[in-house]
């Protein structure tokens, strides 16, 4: 399968993609990233994607007049790369309805919650605010609200009591990385169903 990842950051769970495809290969691990696209220049994860010798696109929503026009670049820059599934790996935007409209039900995203506990950019923080005894992340479909998709994956994580944010999120991704890696590689070998909102994946 042919993977388009998006990033906005550090581009750790991009690295793990990268790194299951290198130690795997393509047709062991069942995907390849073929391109990595970003809403801002100047973030690790486009230095890991030309690192990897992987064509990188930046769409940032003010070189387009509104959102809608944002959202069309982006569609049009992913679907350049012909992907079979898009992969959303710390990705901090919301896409429209025409980028659904030509990748959803093939485009995951990975939250570092449990959802439907704790959805949005701060997801760390609130369940942290919260007092929540565990945490974790979630790999679901992308659809039309925010990180309400169908659930394909999840992870728990415990919360310590010394716990900040930051020390909280990384415990948090060490556990997402695995979860993605092992989730995309499944989606992308076995295929997946979906019955209302449950997702039934392929086993190995
Ligand atoms: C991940 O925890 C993701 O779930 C969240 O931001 C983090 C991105 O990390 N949205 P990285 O850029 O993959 O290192």
Redesign the pocket.
């Known amino acids: 399968a042919r993977l388009v990842v998006l990033?906005?950051?550090?581009?750790?769970?991009?690295?793990a993609l990268l790194d299951a495809v290198a130690e795997r290969g393509p047709a062991g691990y069942g995907a390849e990233v073929v391109a990595v696209g970003a809403d801002r220049d100047g973030i690790?994860?486009l230095e890991r994607a030309e690192r990897a010798g992987l064509p990188t696109f930046v769409c940032r929503v003010r070189d387009h007049d509104g959102r809608a026009a944002w959202d069309r670049a982006l569609a049009g820059a992913v679907a350049a790369h012909e992907p079979d599934l898009v992969v959303s790996?710390?990705?901090?935007k919301i896409v429209g309805k025409e980028f659904l409209a030509r990748f959803g039900g093939r485009f995951v995203?990975?939250?570092?919650a449990l959802l439907p506990s704790f959805p949005g950019?701060h997801?760390?923080r609130d369940a942290l605010a919260y007092g929540v005894k565990v945490t974790g992340?979630t790999v679901h479909f992308v659809d039309d609200g925010v990180d309400t998709g169908p659930i394909i994956a999840q992870g728990v994580v415990e919360v310590r009591d010394e716990d900040d944010e930051s020390a909280l999120?990384e415990r948090?991704?060490e556990v997402?990385?695995r979860l993605l890696v092992d989730t995309v590689g499944r989606l992308a070998r076995h295929g997946y169903r979906i019955e209302a909102r449950k997702v039934i994946l392929g086993h190995d």
């Open positions: 990033v906005s950051g550090s581009g750790t769970n991009l690295q690790a994860g790996a710390g990705f901090m995203n990975t939250h570092p950019a997801g760390v992340c999120h948090i991704k997402e990385r």
